[in-house]
């Protein structure tokens, strides 16, 4: 496991700032490996990430927050330090299609997806066989009628027992109401089978069969109140003809949503993701 420092910023962009903290890096013996940074002029912010091997850092990174305060506030800085010999502690939702989670799952054995997942949640037992065969608890809390208030505190009660970072809905079937939103703010991660703005909502590729496009796609992104309105993160597509029928759609869909939620979570565990306004900037 790699022993390196993350620091993600955001802020109103002005002259000084990558020398201000580069300067601060270099005095504290901090070797650089990766740096890159973006610009918005429309909006007058700059974003950056820097990972720096932490073996030989000055100070404990426990401190950084009282050593960096200075910088920090000087440029009006909103920021986080990550680390990734801690990596995060996922908690996969899924209802009866099993292929996003069958896949994640494959990613995390074979080493792809640097993670913890410590359990599996779904609202209906047929993914169960997965989880078994991967070694995972699995825990079957179905969402009643009238009752998703009660169904969701169960749900938070177990992320919260399991120390949860970050939720991931693998095709899970259910809207979040905005009390579990704010429990995870930008930290869960939704595939949706469209190329959103296009064809929110349920069943997507049937009013795209039926609307006869030639193009269909798919969305990850994190999950607000608004739904499937969330910042995107990754998104893909494919060409369709008039030969395909539904199947061909549903099919060719299943492909590009493992690969979009993949990709998504993966920049999500390297910390490679910024949130600002309704966009993310995602880093190389």
């Given at each position: 496991?790699?022993?390196?420092?993350?620091?993600?910023i955001?802020?109103p962009?002005?002259?000084?700032?990558v020398?201000?903290?580069?300067e601060?890096?270099y005095?504290h013996?901090a070797?650089?490996?990766h740096?890159?940074?973006h610009?918005?002029?429309?909006?007058?912010?700059?974003?950056?990430r820097?990972?720096?091997?932490a073996?030989?850092f000055?100070?404990?990174l426990?401190?950084f927050?009282?050593e960096f305060?200075g910088?920090a506030?000087?440029?009006?800085m909103r920021?986080?330090?990550e680390?990734s010999?801690?990596?995060?502690?996922?908690?996969?939702f899924v209802?009866k299609y099993?292929?996003?989670l069958?896949d994640?799952l494959?990613?995390h054995?074979s080493g792809e997806?640097?993670?913890?997942i410590?359990?599996?949640?779904?609202n209906?037992p047929d993914a169960e066989?997965w989880?078994?065969?991967y070694?995972?608890?699995?825990h079957?809390?179905?969402?009643?009628p009238?009752?998703?208030?009660e169904g969701?505190?169960?749900?938070?009660?177990?992320?919260?027992?399991?120390?949860i970072?970050?939720v991931?809905?693998?095709?899970?079937m259910q809207?979040?109401?905005?009390?579990?939103?704010?429990a995870y703010?930008?930290?869960?991660i939704?595939?949706?089978?469209?190329?959103l703005?296009?064809?929110i909502?349920a069943k997507?590729?049937?009013?795209?069969f039926?609307r006869?496009?030639k193009?269909?796609?798919a969305t990850s992104?994190y999950?607000?109140?608004d739904?499937?309105e969330?910042?995107?993160?990754e998104q893909?597509?494919v060409?369709?003809s008039h030969?395909d029928?539904?199947?061909d759609?549903?099919?060719?869909g299943?492909d590009?949503?493992?690969?979009v939620?993949?990709r998504?979570?993966?920049w999500?565990?390297?910390?490679?993701i910024?949130v600002?306004?309704h966009k993310?900037?995602v880093f190389d």
């Open positions: 496991m790699k022993n390196t420092a993350i620091l993600l955001d802020c962009d002005r002259k000084g700032l020398a201000a903290i580069g601060f890096l005095k013996n070797n650089i490996l740096a890159d940074q610009q918005d002029p429309a909006n007058n912010v700059f974003l950056m820097v990972e720096w091997d073996t030989d000055a100070f404990d426990a401190d927050p009282r305060e910088i506030s000087r440029y009006n920021w986080r330090l680390r010999d801690r990596p995060h502690r996922l908690a996969v209802s099993d292929h996003c069958v994640l494959y990613r054995q997806l640097p993670c913890e410590p359990l599996i949640v779904a209906h066989k989880a078994a065969f070694g995972i608890p699995f079957v809390l179905p969402i009643e009238g009752k998703k208030a969701e505190a169960k749900q938070l009660a177990l992320l919260k027992q399991h120390n970072d970050l991931i809905l693998a095709r899970y809207v979040v109401s905005p009390t579990f939103v704010a703010p930008h930290r869960i939704n595939v949706h089978h469209s190329f703005p296009a064809f909502g997507p590729y049937h009013r795209a039926d006869g496009v193009l269909i796609g992104h999950v607000t109140d739904l499937d969330g910042p995107i993160i893909d597509v060409r369709v030969r029928a539904l199947d759609l549903l099919e060719k299943r590009m949503e493992k690969a939620l993949s998504a979570v993966r999500h565990l390297d910390h490679r910024l600002y306004g993310t900037v």
